[in-house]
């Protein structure tokens, strides 16, 4: 793997295990939007980036230093995802799997905004997630430029801390609108530390994440996995166990993947959506 900057637009060369498309539409982020031309443009941490693919090699148009203060971490570009495919390879099924997902890398969302985006998940299908988002982002958020173009920050805990329900009414959120503002006001007055959370054992910041109000399992468990970026969470929805009722008999253990589990639960999640009969 080679990195090449271009003044702006940083290529990287040779990399294995990186595919936009599936990166990008495998539930785990709701910010991404492609246009007629496949590049996809989005927003982390205040930071816009504008992202295309061209054989072996990806292009991130960026502002300024963000490329090695954001976008690198943000696309786990340094992990090897070819040897963890190798390893949660336990079975026929996780074969299929794992190939049919190859090209999928977690992304290091930021914390906050993966508690707030999962809690909106909750019963919803990501076309309606990631318009109530949208919507958030430009009625809450801080509007920028960036390469001639604007884009809205995700709106931080504490400005969202301050609202009402009746001012989330807009998003059509729906009884979402009280757990955002239960979680937004937790983070903003410290009874919930997220960067403190993020160092502890995954089983204690799920056992956290859960006395939020609105937060079950499977909510808690994104945030561990694409907040904390602990990747042996493995967050259970419709199609994961759909899988592990069809293949497993409704009996598994994901411990078998650790501690590579958050990384299986995304290939099972993407073959499982993805592929009819599956």
């Not at 959370?197 to 939020?212: E, H, I, Q």
């Amino acid at each position: 793997m080679l990195y090449v900057d271009h003044g702006g637009e940083f290529e990287i060369t040779d990399i294995s295990d990186f595919d936009l498309v599936k990166i990008f539409e495998c539930g785990q982020c709701f910010r991404w939007n492609a246009d007629e031309n496949g590049v996809y443009s989005g927003v982390s941490r205040g930071c816009a980036a504008r992202v295309r693919q061209n054989g072996n090699s990806v292009f991130i148009k960026y502002d300024d230093d963000d490329f090695e203060n954001v976008w690198k971490d943000y696309f786990d570009i340094d992990r090897d995802y070819a040897h963890i495919r190798r390893h949660i390879c336990i079975d026929d099924f996780m074969r299929r799997a794992s190939s049919f997902g190859a090209g999928i890398r977690i992304l290091k969302q930021d914390s906050w905004e993966a508690l707030c985006s999962f809690i909106i998940s909750q019963r919803n299908n990501i076309p309606r997630i990631k318009i109530i988002i949208k919507n958030l982002c430009e009625i809450f958020g801080d509007r920028f430029e960036s390469g001639g173009k604007f884009f809205f920050t995700f709106p931080s805990a504490s400005r969202l801390s301050m609202l009402d329900e009746a001012s989330l009414a807009p998003l059509r959120c729906g009884y979402r609108a009280r757990y955002i503002l239960d979680a937004a006001r937790a983070v903003a007055d410290g009874k919930l530390d997220l960067d403190a959370l993020s160092k502890v054992s995954s089983l204690d910041a799920r056992a956290v994440l859960k006395k939020l109000r609105g937060v079950g399992d499977k909510v808690a468990d994104c945030v561990v996995l694409f907040g904390f970026n602990m990747l042996d969470a493995f967050p259970v929805d419709v199609w994961v166990k759909r899988a592990i009722d069809t293949y497993y008999n409704g009996d598994f253990n994901h411990t078998v993947f650790d501690p590579y589990g958050g990384v299986a639960q995304q290939y099972i999640f993407y073959y499982t959506r993805n592929v009819k009969n599956a």
